[in-house]
């Protein structure tokens, strides 16, 4: 929004449409997916080179602080919820290394002790994503609930949601990955703003 490409409702709807829906089906959906397979299979090494993959694709150091911070919260959050030997040993490994654990990997540790489906954790993935966007253009382009939740509900509408399901699951391991260098110039700028709206 900083850059002005974001101006109005029409405007965010577009970068959610055009920008970030590609980019979760082709990098972090994908990379979700992987990762819960892992870690259904109790695969520890395999793991960690995703959770490291997954590290390398954030570019700038905000996003990937972001990132391992919010992943290190929900792994002490499984630790108290839902106590899992494996998933202990894990974060164990993690800090023994000294080693980020990403938002993606923790969460598909989670999921996976909850039992949920892969599909819907992908669901959810997107439904996070998009929502988080639409939450802060509330305060930075003064739209009202409404609207948000109507971009929201265009965005995750069924046809649309299947389209980037189908997609994410065919993306391989050796073809997952997306560059958009707008993002990543924008993050790079929100690190040194004079002002900000969240700070992580």
Known sequence: MALGKIKDKNDLEAFLTGEILPSLADLELPYLLFCQEAAEARDQDELLDLNEEISAWKLTREIREAGHSQGLQMLRMIDQL???????????????????CQQITATAILRDLQGVPPSASMTAW????????????????RLGEVACQKIIGKCICEEKL???LSRATRVSRDQAGWFNP???????????????LFIS
Request: glycine fraction near 0%.
């Open 126 to 141: 997107v439904y996070q994503a998009v929502s988080n966007f639409c939450s802060a253009s509330i305060k930075l382009l």
């Open 82 to 100: 839902y106590p899992d030997e494996w998933a202990v040993s894990f974060a164990r490994e993690l800090r023994e290394r000294s080693l980020p």
């Open 162 to 164: 299947q389209t980037i």
């Open 182 to 196: 707008m993002l990543d110039l924008a993050s790079a700028r929100h690190e040194l703003a004079f002002s900000r």
